[in-house]
């Protein structure tokens, strides 16, 4: 840069003060650029590409003016220019049905959405192109897509069957099969747009376990009544009426020799019977007066509860003839034999 316009920015520009004017060519646009020189303000104005610099002062003073070329001019006279700041644009933005109210100098709907902390991904679904201007007053509708998948486990309640047995006394009930709930356990694939599930899709399914229902033999059997008593002939004669006999006791003695002479007598084989001595060992011992102290079964069959034994005879407590004869007849009626009943017992540890 020349030497004159180097001092005169050296020098004490504050006795004077700075102003700034325009000067215009009829027809013709002009830049100006204000240059201090020996405390003078003077103008340089361009006119076109190869215009003369054209120059003006605010008093009378000699001023050294330096020509300089459109493009340093442009630079420095940038300098001075006031800036208005960007107005904002008023929008709606929509997410997921909820609505706001924005002011944004956002360019484009990306910019929007960055600029208001809203995160979308490819399955989301905005309505306008994410590269569209912003425009004052328009809307933009954001609906997010999420998937999931759910797990969840069905239950399907077994039902009860009964089936009327008539080798047990009425009202007695005997589980023949225990009952099972079916349990399904089912993966749900679920697809929702703006927090509404609008899509829902099986991608596994398996059975954790059969249903299986319950079933229940009820007797239906009456008790059977003892025989009646035979009368003793009168001394006076078949006319008389005298009192009746008393019934005949039944058996007593042994439990295992009573049990083993009623298992021969329904023609089971000594096989029968050693199968049945295992059982009722295990049972009760044998013991007429056994009870399970938390289940309440009583005698030598274990009858639940030992009351069932009295569609025998009333002396069902302690006569072990009345309780092995319906043992025998239980066994017989549920499971064939006694060695059948064992072998159940075996199994789940109960008959």
Known sequence: MPEPLRRARHRDVAERPRTLRTVARRGVHTLVLAVIAGGTVAFAGVAGPDATPQVAADTAATSDVVAIDRAEAGLIA??????????????ELVVD???RELTTGAA??????????????????????MTAPVVAGMTVEVATVDTIDKHVTETDEHATVEEEDDSLPRGERRVVTEGVDGVTATTFRITTSGGEETAREVVARAVVSERVDEVVRVGTAEPVAPPPAPSSPSPSGPSSTAPAAPAAPAPTGNPKAIAADMVAARGWGSDQFSC???????????????????????????????????????????????????????ISGRYGTPCGALAHSNAVNWY
């Open 108 to 129: 484009s709907v990306a910019e929007l959405l960055t600029e208001a902390g809203v995160l979308v991904d490819q399955d989301d679904v905005v309505s306008t192109p």
């Open 276 to 330: 049945l001595d295992v059982l009722w060992e295990r049972e009760s011992n044998w013991n007429p007066t056994a009870q399970n102290p938390s289940s309440g079964a009583y005698g030598i069959p274990q009858s639940l509860p030992g009351s069932k034994m009295a569609s025998v005879a009333s002396d069902w407590r302690t006569n072990p003839a009345t309780q092995i004869t319906w043992g025998l007849n239980y």
């Open 97 to 99: 049905g909820e609505a």
């Open 78 to 91: 940038s300098r001075f220019e006031s800036r208005a700041p960007v107005p904002g644009a008023a929008v």
